[in-house]
């Protein structure tokens, strides 16, 4: 129902940043609220971060500080500025869209196809 385009993924040192962004098309609610998961091989999908279509905001521990969401409404865009990034920030992020202005993606949420974020020397 919703097209979820991201970009913005690459290689990077640590101690380094890079800045996600994922644009939604489609059948979207201006209520939704959007977002980022992440996973590595072996592991289950993780909350990065979330933002509401009113602008709140709800982190992962390990990225509070560091990771900063945020979010155009007008252009169904957001997006996830990512400084003083670790080897264990390494994995694939993913956008979401949701049905609902939730802390967490629910079942009514979109996916993105992905894009690799690396930190490694």
């Known amino acids: 129902q919703v097209q979820l385009v991201e970009s913005g993924g690459g290689l990077v040192q640590p101690g380094g940043s890079l800045k996600l962004s994922c644009a939604a098309s489609g059948s979207i609610l201006r209520r939704n609220a959007m977002g980022w998961y992440r996973q590595v091989p072996g592991k289950q999908r993780e909350l990065v971060a979330v933002?509401?279509?009113?602008?709140?905001?709800n982190y992962a521990d390990s990225v509070k500080g560091r990771f900063t969401i945020s979010r155009n409404v007008a252009k169904n865009t957001v997006y996830l500025q990512m400084n003083s990034l670790k080897p264990e920030d390494t994995a694939v992020y993913y956008c979401?869209?949701?049905?609902?202005?939730?802390?967490?993606?629910?079942?009514?949420?979109?996916w993105g196809q992905g894009t690799q974020v690396t930190v490694s020397s």
């Open positions: 933002i509401t279509s009113g602008g709140s905001t």
């Open positions: 979401f869209a949701d049905l609902w202005d939730s802390m967490v993606a629910t079942s009514g949420a979109d």
